[in-house]
């Protein structure tokens, strides 16, 4: 079953303009009850959280809008503002916020999309509804503007949204917002293009990283005690790169110690990954390309400080593994992307 955080229904209240929320009217109406909405780490499931946005949008409220600051995640979601607010770079950033978004809702999708130098995220709403899907949108919208300003205050981003509906005062309203172009378009999307998205932020506290993306993780996993198989392979193997990256790390990603970590035989869990349609090396080489790829597009690490990361003998086998995986050479990627 997916469910919301109830921080999402007590920032609506917050907001006001609920009719009815002093006499019971709105908890008849959604179902919801007080204890579940004032629970500071309650969740609320998705039939009712629905109910509870039609009836806020039903009665036509003004819109309101917050800044676009880190105070958002930190109001109601400390976990995703913290692991979100400790990475290298903007881009790093994003992406843990695409990753743990689950953690403030499951019945929406946050994605981001690699273009060029540059980002685009799209959201999608479950709730059936391009009014309702809108407005989500744009208060996530407003949490990756709160990224942009934490990473990279005072610089200058080339940035737009787009939303498929919204009345042109709440147009207005958001562009005042945050401060970009916003136009209707065929979905909901928010666009980056900025060389700085990999600038290196220097408040990041790499000894702290891991610990707070451990914490996530297993929040995560408590949303999700049935996860798919290879979901929980993935996320192992991102968890003892991130954690114990350059420390005799070839053993600890091999299947056997995998396998073992997840209390399952290797042939139980190959035969997991296979009724799911994948591959133990399938996952197995996707998470440490897309390791690289970020571990390149950074200056930090040298090349032979990156294949020891992602647990490879030498930096050869990386090297020729780069070239199978990518169809170029390591050090040409990195020199490509950073120009």
């Known amino acids: 079953m997916k469910t919301v955080s109830s921080a999402v229904a007590r920032d609506i209240l917050a907001r006001g303009s609920l009719n009815g929320f002093s006499n019971g009217a709105l908890f008849e109406a959604t179902g919801l009850h007080r204890h579940e909405i004032l629970a500071p780490e309650g969740r609320i499931d998705a039939r009712r959280h629905f109910r509870l946005l039609r009836c806020h949008q039903a009665q036509r409220p003004a819109l309101r809008l917050p800044a676009p600051t880190m105070a958002l995640l930190f109001g109601g979601h400390h976990l995703l503002a913290a692991v979100c ?34 980002v685009r995220l799209t959201y999608h709403s479950e709730s059936g509804s391009a009014e309702i899907g809108s407005i989500s949108s744009l208060f996530n919208f407003l949490l990756v503007g709160g990224l942009v300003r934490h990473y990279l205050p005072g610089v200058s981003v080339d940035q737009s949204v787009t939303l498929e509906r919204l009345s042109l005062p709440e147009l207005r309203l958001a562009r005042q917002s945050l401060d970009c172009p916003i136009l209707l378009g065929a979905d ?86 296979q009724e799911e349609g994948v591959s133990f090396s399938q996952i197995h080489n996707e998470v440490r390309r897309e390791e690289a790829l970020r571990r390149l597009r950074t200056p930090h690490d040298s090349l032979l400080a990156i294949s020891q990361a992602l647990g490879f003998a030498n930096q050869s086998s990386f090297t020729r593994f780069f070239r199978e995986q990518v169809g170029c050479l390591p050090s040409h990627y990195r020199r490509r992307f950073q120009g």
């Open 85 to 118: 607010g400790n990475a290298p770079s903007l881009r790093e950033g994003l992406r843990l916020l695409v990753r743990f978004r689950p953690l403030v809702g499951e019945c929406d999708d946050l994605v981001l999309h690699e273009e060029g130098e540059g």
């Open 188 to 273: 909901n999307g928010y666009r980056l293009a900025s060389t700085a998205l990999d600038r290196p932020y220097a408040g990041y506290n790499p000894a702290l990283s891991p610990f707070q993306w451990q914490a996530a993780e297993q929040a995560l996993q408590a949303l999700r005690p049935v996860a798919r198989m290879s979901e929980r392979l993935r996320g192992l193997i991102q968890q003892r790169l991130l954690l114990n990256a350059g420390d005799g790390l070839e053993g600890d990603l091999g299947q056997s110690a995998l396998s073992e970590a997840l209390n399952l035989s290797r042939w139980t869990l190959m035969r997991k990954l």
